[in-house]
């Protein structure tokens, strides 16, 4: 029987994030028996960190398994504001931080607290792709601006003044560095320059920055150490990466006090709070397991050196190694127009049908953008054998015209126009 029900149209226009709609897949051929080389999903292969571990065992012990304080338990709190001001120079404290189930739920926190109808979002594509759904839930329109492997994938700042002075309704920027999928970072003069333009505008600025324990040259730096920033910017942080935490569902967020007062108030009337136990096991983590966080970076980095150079050995491929991340985003156009494959296409092809017993899980570029056309992007989330397994098995898939000529056949959307 047919529902009476009409969905609305911002519900029946939702995408998702096409990592788990791969990983998906992944799982059903691995569940048939497939050996499938997982560098999809942006996923730590590394354990949790040891002292967040024993802090969520004890929290239960302890009876933290009841609701607490929407913005987030005070002593956590205080952690990850000392965590920013010592290592990013972000002047927070306490009353500048509030908690939730991961990093992801800011961006609609943002658009919430920031976003009219009409207004219009600056974002650069290659993006996230859970940004803009966000952006058009509040009605607003997302205005893009590419980043270009030339420019390493760094933001421009003056992509920044265009969409200031051109935009009829300018309102707020997406800016994400490190970023996934590129593996870009902002330099600390990109980010001067851009607070510089925004700075006294009514203009609100979301930096997620998830990955900034991840920057392989240098150390990460933050938007809102820049004078005044903290009035006009959202920062948000997840311990899925610097911990290996992503199925704890723990992030928090550095913004002004207003700002962090309103952000409580949805989350009290959307998930209530964030569990105690998984806030006490952040604590923890914060606390304890620095040295241990900065080991497994550095298991992280060798992984992408490893991907980066067996990528390097590909012809049609063209890759640099990443200023941050665990992403490598390899260009493989002159690939893609040889097979006549879009490179989500050829992302596929290289799961399902390479070869009947083994595939290789990635992205095409242009899951996260038009700008993404023409690239894969690869997790470094497996053993480093795995990793060069991967590479060798996508030498000898691209040579398999035959195969590729038959899936283009029974997926005609992955043509190339």
């Avoid at 497939?34 to 024993?54: E, M, N, Y």
């Avoid at 990955?211 to 150390?219: D, K, L, P, R």
């Avoid at 490893?306 to 990443?322: F, N, S, Y």
């Amino acid at each position: 029987m047919s529902s009476p029900l009409t969905y609305s149209r911002f519900a029946r226009s939702l995408t998702a994030e096409t990592a788990f709609d791969v990983l998906a897949v992944a799982n059903k051929l691995k569940a048939a028996d497939k050996d499938v080389i997982a560098l999809q999903i942006g996923d730590s292969p590394f354990p949790s960190s040891s002292s967040a571990l024993k802090a969520g065992k004890d929290a239960i012990d302890a009876g933290l398994t009841r609701y607490c304080p929407s913005l987030g338990l005070p002593e956590f709190r205080e952690a990850c504001a000392k965590l920013v001001r010592d290592e990013f120079g972000i002047p927070a404290t306490a009353a500048n931080v509030v908690v939730a189930p991961g990093a992801k739920p800011f961006e609609t926190f943002f658009c919430e607290a920031f976003l009219e109808p009409g207004d219009e979002v600056l974002l650069f594509s290659p993006t996230f792709p859970t940004y803009e759904p966000n952006v058009l839930r509040r009605g607003a329109k997302a205005v893009y601006t590419p980043l270009t492997q030339a420019n390493d994938f760094r933001p421009d700042p003056a992509a920044v003044k265009t969409f200031l002075d051109s935009s009829p309704k300018p309102k707020a920027i997406f800016l994400n560095s490190p970023h996934n999928p590129t593996g870009g970072v902002a330099t600390a003069e990109d980010l001067r320059a851009i607070a510089d333009l925004i700075r006294g505008k009514d203009i609100a600025l979301l930096s997620d920055e998830p990955y900034c324990h991840m920057v392989w040259e240098g150390a990460h730096t933050s938007i809102l150490a820049e004078p005044g920033m903290m009035e006009q910017c959202v920062a948000a942080y997840t311990f899925s990466k610097s911990y290996s935490m992503s199925g704890w569902r723990l992030g928090f967020a550095i913004a002004a006090e207003a700002t962090i007062d309103l952000m409580g108030k949805m989350i009290n009337t959307s998930v209530s709070c964030t569990p105690p136990l998984v806030q006490m096991a952040g604590k923890a983590a914060i606390e304890h397991d620095t040295a241990e966080r900065t080991a497994t970076m550095a298991k992280f980095r060798k992984k992408v050196e490893l991907l980066v150079g067996a990528l390097q050995t590909v012809p049609g491929v063209t890759v640099k190694m990443p200023k941050g991340t665990f992403y490598v985003f390899a260009h493989v156009q002159p690939i893609c127009e040889k097979l006549g494959l879009r490179s989500h296409g050829l992302a596929m092809f290289l799961l399902e049908a390479a070869d009947d017993k083994k595939g290789v899980a990635c992205l095409g570029g242009e899951c996260f953008g038009a700008a993404g056309q023409g690239f894969l992007r690869f997790s470094c989330a497996e053993t480093d054998e795995r990793l060069l397994e991967a590479v060798e098995f996508l030498k000898m898939a691209i040579a398999r015209t035959d195969r590729v000529k038959a899936y283009l056949e029974a997926n005609p959307k992955y043509r190339m126009d």
